[in-house]
């Protein structure tokens, strides 16, 4: 096996896990490259007491000190950017140059948890004579963030860098497919200087998710990854009374309007389709076409023919992954819409044992199939027709998911209409992945994201921290009375 066996990562140690493992793939050949631990409640258990342990110091460290480990750990991950991108490749599939962004993203993240302490600065005011009132972010205790396979790098740093320098302790569960990126990490966190318990690894599946949901010692859980889990996860840990976000699936609509540039257009929408080979939630998934627009889908199928699976475009996940992916290609060309770039069947010379998907561009689907209502999480775009703006707008209000939208028009108004009446958290105009960067936080509506905050940015010191409200008097002389 090209890696060794994955640990878990509990109070600063590598443990070997005390129960089954599974194989880790890659899926860029379909060999095993190591395998993980499958842990239970009992190693759950061991984190957080090592994590409750450690938050009693790490909680007290001023916040400008507390960071002082992010801004080493920042450039340590700079310092080992190629590493990182290789093991992320490995793992999930996605290309170099998109495992090099990836990296390169958590380094922003990761940034942006080292202007913190500016964020956080609190408020006070003298309230009334002699009495003041002061606001502080206080951590919540020990976290718990449960990942997807997507971006084994960049997602865990939605959360880590921001949950512990706000004095939180973590434990992580990476996606059970994706843990060596991980590994990794951790090893790094360690010599940037974070202290040992601060964060903590339990690799597993569906058990040890229960268990950080279940535990009483874990004060708030956050999820990414299908709203299927999500669902199941939000419910759990807010039954069990935890502080609780779930960010879930998508599926994406980019609505394209006639007078739309062509290049421009073209060019996002490819992009957006494909990147990651399609398994971004914010991927573009279905193009609503406003009237004519052929000549755009027609500049659009050149830039898909541009895209070719092993040198610019990555593998799907799984084989499985790929089968469900051409089922629901063959099923919409069964219930009549036209195939314009097909991508099924593709496969890589030398490495004839990947799962591999080539992009693919669907017409006249209908919004009743499934390829126009499910999340299909490949390289694949399912373009419906719609013969005004509001129709269009109808058909992506009508998703029960809502991470992203995105229109592509010259018009000033009839973008304006589209930010106003798109149901989703993410807008983009004439932009296939309108991504927010820091400090704008990430997060989606409806199914895409369960719970009041958003993951990123800003918003995400809400949902690390509570507040603690102060008030002090110092002037014995004052007369009592109920304001002051
Ligand atoms: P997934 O829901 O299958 O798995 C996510 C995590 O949940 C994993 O750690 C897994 O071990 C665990 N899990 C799986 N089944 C479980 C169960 N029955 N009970 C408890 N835990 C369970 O998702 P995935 O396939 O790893 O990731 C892809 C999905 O994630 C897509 O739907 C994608 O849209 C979504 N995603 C969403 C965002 C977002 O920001 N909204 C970002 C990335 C990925």
């Known amino acids: ?63 400008k000190e507390r960071v002082q480990v992010f801004y080493k750990y920042k450039t340590l991950l700079e310092k080992n950017r190629e590493e990182l991108a290789q093991i992320c490749q490995e793992e999930n599939g996605k290309t170099l140059d998109e495992s090099y962004a990836e990296v390169d993203k958590s380094i922003e993240l990761t940034e942006f948890a080292c202007s913190l302490p500016q964020m956080v600065a609190g408020e006070a005011m003298e309230v009334s004579n002699g009495v003041e009132c002061r606001i502080e972010n206080a951590p919540l205790g020990v976290v718990a963030f449960i990942a997807p396979f997507n971006f084994p790098n960049m997602v865990p740093h939605w959360v880590l860098p921001n949950a512990l320098a706000l004095g939180n302790t973590l434990i992580m569960k990476p996606s059970e497919v994706v843990p060596l990126s991980v590994v990794r990490m951790a090893e790094l966190l360690h010599d940037a200087g974070l202290p040992d318990g601060v964060f903590n690894v339990v690799n597993g599946d569906r058990e040890v998710v229960e268990a950080l949901c279940d535990h009483p010692g874990i004060e708030a859980v956050a999820f990414v990854g299908s709203t299927k889990v999500a669902k199941i996860v939000y419910q759990r840990a807010t039954s069990n009374l935890k502080r609780c976000v779930a960010l879930g699936g998508a599926k994406n609509h980019l609505i394209v309007l006639p007078d739309a540039h062509v290049e421009m257009t073209a060019s996002n929408v490819a992009a957006s389709m494909s990147g990651c080979a399609g398994q971004r939630c ?74 591999y998907v080539g992009p693919t561009i669907i017409d006249h689907v ?59 958290g993410m807008i983009g105009v004439n932009i296939g992945v309108p991504v927010p960067r820091e400090p704008f936080s990430f997060g989606g509506w409806n199914e895409s994201k369960f719970g009041s905050c958003d993951i990123t940015g800003k918003s995400s010191i809400e949902f690390w921290t509570k507040l603690k409200k102060i008030t002090t008097k110092w002037n014995p002389e004052a007369q009592v009375n109920w304001m002051s």
């Open 1 to 63: 096996m090209k890696y060794p066996a994955v640990k878990n990562y509990i109070g600063g140690q590598f443990v070997p896990g005390k129960h089954k493992t599974l194989d880790i793939i890659s899926p860029l050949t379909g060999e095993v490259i190591s395998k993980v631990p499958l842990s239970g409640m009992d190693d759950v258990d061991a984190a957080v007491k090592a994590a409750k342990k450690a938050f009693v110091s790490w909680s007290t460290i001023p916040i």
């Open 366 to 424: 209908t919004k009743d199939m499934a390829i126009a209502k499910e999340e299909v999480f490949g390289p694949v775009i399912a373009i419906i027709r719609a013969d005004t703006l509001d129709e269009a707008l109808s058909i992506e209000n009508s998703s029960n998911y809502g991470n992203a939208a995105a229109v592509f028009t010259q018009s000033g108004g009839a973008a304006k209409h589209v930010m106003e009446h798109a149901s989703a």
């Open 282 to 355: 914010m991927a573009a998934s279905a193009m609503v076409g406003v009237g004519k627009i052929d000549h755009i889908i027609d500049k659009l199928c050149d830039e898909a023919k541009k895209i070719v699976a092993g040198e610019n475009l990555g593998p799907v996940i799984t084989q499985g992954a790929k089968e469900r992916i051409e089922r629901y290609i063959t099923e919409a060309e069964q219930q009549g819409a036209k195939i314009l770039v097909d991508g099924r069947n593709a496969t890589v010379a030398g490495k004839e044992g990947g799962y």
